[in-house]
């Protein structure tokens, strides 16, 4: 009995959590994206992409798709490495729902509350929705180390000469990014200590070809939300700086907590790229890229999430059904 008490008194607690997480979602998330849509310039949106031909709009369309395919595996890609049952269709489901809201409502929203409400509805336990959403997170940042790294240490992006970090001062984090992206595999392949953890929430360092496979899903899917700017933008601007500015700017929207980094992407993409693209331009690219990168996904997502709410619903109804008829039966 008392080592059955604190598992019990956990149990309570998480399904506090769940409920807690549930009152919230569906006050605040209303309220977000009713906040977004009144912040965003839809007269401004729709002159600038009726400036773009069809095919330009389809092709940037089909690249932000890919990303987020990509982006979504990551989750699928921590499935096989908890080793949890759960079909990877729904985890691939959760995780684009999950990582719409994420970019543009913020992570504690999208990235966390989020997972773990859909996830919890699914069945699974709350130390594997940490681990999923801590081994998601080390790919996607992991595939940010291997590409700034490399192009910082390449001399990309071409910096304004009143940043204080100056050239000689991106290359010096460009050779700490690289050689924190060499020690992760190298700590998969080594170490011998291979797990840490707290209670029942322990996250275990997985095998070196797996941490390698992590960093070129994550390098893939950045590589990927570059190309979609380049696309948008004229030939004038190179894919490598686009991509080094790209990281750059993502970096400091983090930093600055500003959710779909608003106001950070224009401000950084606009000093560093002024010399080679006009201010006009670069907006009207951005702006596109906002568009299909962060405003249809969630529209996209929004119709899911009301599925996926619905479909739950349906699940307890039967459920409670079942229950009751089992309750009945002589």
Not at 297 to 311: D, I, T
């Amino acid at each position: 009995m008392n080592a059955a008490a604190p598992r019990e008194r956990h149990k309570q607690a998480w399904k506090l959590a769940r409920r807690g997480f549930s009152i919230a979602l569906l006050v605040l998330l209303p309220v977000l994206l009713f906040l977004l849509i009144r912040a965003t310039d839809w007269q401004e949106v729709f002159h600038l992409l009726r400036e773009y031909r069809a095919t330009t709009l389809l092709l940037g369309l089909a690249i932000s798709l890919a990303s987020y395919a990509v982006f979504s595996s990551f989750d699928v890609l921590s499935r096989y490495y908890i080793g949890h049952p759960l079909p990877v269709r729904r985890v691939f489901t959760v995780a684009f729902v999950c990582n719409a809201f994420n970019l543009n409502l913020s992570s504690w929203v999208g990235g966390v509350a989020l997972r773990y409400r859909l996830y919890g509805r699914l069945g699974m336990s709350a130390a594997d929705i940490t681990r999923i959403l801590s081994f998601s997170l080390v790919t996607n940042w992991y595939g940010y180390l291997l590409l700034a790294g490399a192009l910082f240490v390449a001399g990309y992006p071409d910096l304004p000469d009143d940043w204080s970090v100056g050239r000689n001062g991106l290359r010096l984090i460009g050779a700490l990014l690289l050689a924190l992206s060499v020690a992760y595999p190298l700590a998969c392949r080594f170490a011998r200590r291979r797990a840490w953890g707290w209670r029942q929430y322990s996250l275990a360092l997985p095998s070196w070809r797996l941490a390698l496979l992590q960093g070129a899903m994550g390098a893939a899917n950045w590589s990927l939300m570059a190309l979609l700017v380049s696309v948008l933008l004229p030939d004038r601007a190179s894919y490598t700086e686009v991509l080094a500015t790209l990281l750059i700017s993502s970096i400091a929207g983090v930093v600055l907590h500003v959710p779909a980094g608003l106001g950070v992407l224009e401000a950084v993409f606009i000093a560093i790229l002024h010399d080679h693209l006009g201010r006009g331009t670069l907006l009207a690219a951005l702006i596109g890229y906002r568009v299909l990168y962060f405003l249809v996904p969630l529209f996209l997502a929004c119709l899911v999430y009301l599925w996926l709410e619905r479909r739950a619903r349906r699940l307890r109804r039967r459920q409670r059904r079942l229950a009751r008829a089992a309750e009945n039966a002589p």
